[in-house]
């Protein structure tokens, strides 16, 4: 259920009006596009989606926080923005819910789903990261529980009831923050750069042996610590299984071969015809 801080109310609800709206709140929205009056933007209904209150709406009256943050992009900060473009997008994101035109048709909201209801600042931070990557900024105020999200309407809107909790990603530095990063021996960087441009170039896995992988992340790992670490994801994505995690979770565990030299990564790679 959802505030409008005078009652609560189905979110999907909510959001199917937007795409078939009754008549009067469809003249309501279509009356500020073409006026700019904001007295017609004024009358609209509003929820809060963020958080749910109790009475007031204010930060020490949250009732309960719902796992959602609505992502605002406004023209005023993507004037050379195709806003269509940006709709495909999100809406293509597997955690998103809903997305579509903002009240003054010339913006996009995107509802997303969170997998941790509390860290509503920290998944803004994120989204905000991975957009601007793209050319897109987000309104600071996504990461505002209390933040209200006036009516609108698009009969092409996005909505999806299935959508999958967003997680986030962080890399651990527990393990190996212990070794931290190393000075590596002149040159190393330069070979172990050369050597992940010829794999990545002739698409060659050499980590297709088990042991043969953990013997290159430790080898990387003596070398480099954990500032190596990218450099084995490099190597590793060339293997039709790659995971993160598993890749991750394997460089921290590779930090205890002390004895693997750096050479050994070279040598194995040049077994598989790996040269450079």
Known sequence: MFNDATKDIDLFDWLELTRNP???LKKQVNAYRKSGDKSFKET??????????????????????????????????????????????????PSCIYCGFSTGNDGIYAIMLLEKKNKLLEYFENFKKKLASVGVNIDESCKDFTRFRLFSYDKTAYINKKAIPY????????????????????????????????IKRNSIDITS????????????????????????????????????????????????????????????ADSYGVRY
């Open 22 to 24: 009754t008549k009067k």
């Open 44 to 93: 609209l209904p509003a929820v809060t989606l963020s958080a749910t209150f109790k009475a007031k709406r204010n930060l020490k009256k949250i009732n309960k926080k719902t796992g959602l943050i609505c992502l605002d992009i406004d023209r005023k900060e993507n004037l050379c923005i195709d806003m269509n473009a940006v709709k495909e997008l999100l809406s293509k994101h």
């Open 167 to 198: 997680k986030l990603v962080t890399i651990k530095k527990n393990k190996i923050a212990k070794n931290t990063s190393k000075t590596p021996t002149k040159g190393s960087t330069d070979k172990i750069e050369a050597l992940i441009s010829v």
């Open 209 to 268: 042996n088990y042991a043969d992988w953990v013997k290159i992340g430790a080898a990387i790992n003596n070398e480099f610590g954990y500032s190596g670490e990218n450099y084995f994801h490099e190597i590793s994505k060339q293997h039709s299984e790659y995971s993160y995690k598993k890749c991750q979770k394997k460089y921290e565990q590779s930090s205890k071969m002390k004895s693997v030299s750096f050479g050994s990564l070279f040598y194995i």
